[in-house]
């Protein structure tokens, strides 16, 4: 852009003759090092590079005794290289004005159930790299900040009524939330933990904690893949009155933030100035002319299309699926609670190759104590909020096509009674997408809908079985009668969250990355570092990977590395296996074989077979 011209590149002087090995997120040809080097300093993840005349080898984009330009996510030490025409740099990284975040901001337990999406609920309250939506490296890219998935509170007494965000920095959209000042955060797989502590909140309520937690029941591999989370909010009322308390959460699944779907099939391409503007120019559409839409906030550009593409991460834009809010009355037949439904339709999700943004997301409130729950859905959070904070409930009928739908379920503490007040949310995407083949998810063989999920989810004897599930595995590693150290303990449980990586297809086949940054699928060596929670938990899924490694045994007679080949580019076609001929590959699959002979999950007859 002449007009506005990018920033110089504050980097270091390049360096002939040397390398930096190792980091590579990108590489392509590029026609000089000044070329490679402004290509680095443009793009917010490079922090290095390397440009060769002639590439030693194929690699990603690459072509041997072409140039290439490789781009790094870190600065690696310069190295001394005889590879023809290397040229090396680095960008200047400030790091006087940068602070590391807190242990708890950088990660958290992931919530949701095995194989069926999950996300992360921050030690600041905030929403991270959420998979729900059939995100995976093979797909769609995962959310890394849901900025306006927002939880809440209030608490109202005699002498007035205070609401809250549970955030301590930022309550996205909603800016004229109250933010609690500090929270801690502790995480014990699969439950997620939240305390608030604020000198305010404090005068109104004692000992406000938030739980988050999906069902997890280990021997019960089908039971622990619901995709659902509850949210409860636990506080003790220390007034002489009584007080109401209530939890809130929103859901901005219909218009998301950093957000972009490359669609080919577009249909009109209007001026709006919001996101939610852009929801309703695609509801006024028929079907057939709008199944997706995207939104720049910078240019107000709001591009309609008649597919829906997997979704890509793109700061400044928002992305959406065709859909609609609709509230839903309590059926006493089925046992369904109100409920707050959306559902995210159109003409592609018909057919055999079905879109893979179709599907629901639900929301329902449930005490022991009985509870009351509203809804509310509108163009702009902030409105919701004001909303909540105002009268503590929802009096207008939730419904339409709308950017956020949000809902509050509240309860009422006796003086001195502890209570509890939760919110379910379910989700269901049943069509998990592996390199634009539809595979599907399994837990679409247990359930038709996400109202089906809420169903059984706010059944109290339910939500008693899960709490007890959850308690028992966790006194299986900790508690009375443990002597082991703190970080053993720590060690053994958060090890599940691994589980994170976990697809679990409709046919019933159970595959892993080795890492979200590396995405082979299975690797032997990787997975037997790795491996305890599994056989210790849902044995079967070890049993599965061990038969299929035998079963892509090379001619030669070693076990093939991994079932899909990746990490270095994207990954390949599900189930062809390939890899490396490594010396540890086939004895690690060996040991495998014995050890779960030794656990009881094969017979000798399996194991000679």
């Known amino acids: 852009d002449p ?8 980097a270091t002087p390049p360096t002939p003759g040397m390398d930096r090995g190792g980091y590579d997120y990108a590489s392509h040809a590029s026609a000089s090092p000044s070329t490679c080097e402004t290509e680095c ?3 917010a993840l490079c922090a290095a590079w390397v440009w060769v005349s002639e590439a030693p080898a194929d690699f990603m984009d690459c072509k041997k005794d072409q140039t290439c330009c490789y781009l790094k996510t870190t600065i690696p030490p310069p190295t001394p290289s005889n590879i023809s025409g290397i040229v090396s740099g680095a960008k200047n990284t400030p790091t006087a004005t940068l602070r590391a975040p807190p242990v708890g901001m950088r990660s958290a337990v992931p919530l949701g159930g095995i194989g069926a999406g999950n996300f992360e609920l921050r030690a600041d309250g905030t929403v991270h790299e959420s998979s729900i939506h059939n995100g995976s490296p093979a797909g769609s890219a995962k959310h890394g900040v849901v900025a306006d998935m927002l939880l809440g509170f209030r608490v109202a007494r005699p002498s007035g009524s205070a609401a809250y965000a549970l955030r301590t920095h930022t309550a996205g959209s909603a800016s004229s939330a109250k933010l609690v000042s500090s929270m801690t955060y502790s995480g014990s797989y699969p439950l997620a933990r939240l305390e608030v502590n604020d000198p305010q909140v404090d005068s109104l309520v004692d000992d406000l904690t938030l739980f988050a937690y999906p069902r997890f029941e280990p021997g019960n591999l089908v039971k622990s893949i619901a995709p659902a989370v509850t949210f409860t909010l636990t506080a003790k009322n220390p007034s002489p009155d009584p007080i109401n308390i209530s939890l809130f959460l929103s859901l901005p699944f ?12 577009i249909t009109d391409n209007v001026q709006t100035s919001s996101a939610a503007q852009c929801v309703a120019a695609c509801s006024a559409q028929p079907g057939s002319k709008c199944a997706s839409w995207v939104y720049e906030s910078a240019s107000g550009k709001c ?19 065709r859909g609609y809010w609709q509230q839903t009355p309590a059926d006493p037949v089925t046992g369904a609670p109100v409920t707050l439904t959306l559902t995210q339709d159109s003409p592609l999700c018909a057919g055999k190759n079905p879109s893979v943004g179709c599907g629901q997301y639900s929301i329902a409130g449930v005490s022991d104590t009985g509870v009351r729950t509203s809804f509310a859905t509108a163009a702009d959070l902030a409105d919701i909020w004001r909303v909540y904070d105002t009268l503590g409930e929802f009096r207008t009928p ?14 009422t503490l006796a003086p001195g009674a502890e209570g509890a007040v939760s919110l379910v949310f379910a989700w269901y995407l049943p069509n998990f997408d592996f390199m634009g083949e539809t595979l599907g998810n399994f837990y679409s063989n247990v359930y038709s809908s996400s109202m089906d999920v809420i169903t059984e989810f706010t059944d109290i004897d339910e939500q008693t079985s899960i709490v007890s599930n959850i308690n028992a595995h966790h006194a299986v590693f900790g508690g009375p009668g443990h002597s082991e150290p703190d970080w053993l303990i720590d060690v053994a449980i958060n090890s599940y969250s691994h589980m994170r990586s976990a697809m ?3 046919d019933g086949r159970w595959r892993q990355w080795e890492a979200y940054d590396c995405d082979d699928i ?7 570092q790795r491996h305890l929670p599994y056989l210790w938990s849902f044995p079967e899924t070890e049993v599965q990977k061990s038969l299929t490694w035998a079963r892509f045994a090379d001619p030669a007679g070693y076990i093939n590395e991994v079932f899909d080949v990746g990490c270095l580019g994207p990954p390949g076609p599900l189930d062809v296996p390939g890899g490396r001929a490594m010396a540890d590959v086939t004895t690690v699959w060996t040991l495998g074989v014995l050890e779960l002979y030794r656990y009881g999950a094969y017979s000798l007859d399996d194991v000679k077979s």
Request: net charge negative; proline share 8%; aromatic share 10%.
């Open 504 to 506: 679990y297809f409709r």
């Open 3 to 10: 007009v506005h011209p990018p920033p110089p590149c504050d």
């Open 398 to 411: 939730a419904a339409g096509a709308a950017a956020y739908g949000a809902a509050e379920a509240t309860i």
């Open 41 to 43: 300093c443009t793009a």
């Open 254 to 265: 219909s218009a998301m933030n950093d957000c972009y779907g490359a669609a080919t099939v």
């Open 303 to 321: 591009i309609l299309a008649a597919d829906s593409p997997s979704t890509a991460h793109r700061d400044g834009w928002s992305c959406g699926v």
């Open 522 to 528: 299975d690797s032997v060596h990787n997975d037997f």
